[in-house]
Nanobody, 121 residues
């Protein structure tokens, strides 16, 4: 079984920063794409950023210049550094990882439990 555990969410003031982490545990052989999504109340879940094993990165337009995604393959962990936070960044942030399990023949996508990010004064 593979599980993703997220941490780092919380309440911050506009302009503040948070660093989200998502660590995968289990019988993992290789992780391909790691990404962060968010979902605000009444809104669809949207991609914030993702990163391939080779380091190719995609950002949502709203995240460009403020957020930085990175990964530590040795620790099966993806990070999202969030700076200059705005109230519109308020959402539940979900981690997703595309993982090939040990002995597996195809990848599966796994989701974290979600972590609340609230930006408010």
């Amino acid at each position: 079984q593979v599980q993703l555990v997220e941490s780092g969410g919380g309440l911050v003031q506009p302009g503040g920063s948070l660093r989200l982490s998502c660590a995968a545990a289990g019988s993992i052989f290789r992780i391909y794409v790691m990404g962060w999504y968010r979902q605000a109340p009444g809104k669809q879940r949207e991609l914030v950023a993702d990163i391939t094993r080779g380091g190719s990165i995609n950002y949502a337009e709203s995240a460009k210049g403020r957020f930085t995604i990175s990964r530590d393959n040795a620790k099966n962990t993806v990070f999202l550094q969030m700076n200059s936070l705005k109230p519109e960044d308020t959402a539940v942030y979900y981690c997703k990882q595309e993982i090939l399990r040990t002995g597996g023949i195809s990848t599966r996508e796994y989701w974290g439990q979600g972590t609340q990010v609230t930006v408010s004064s």
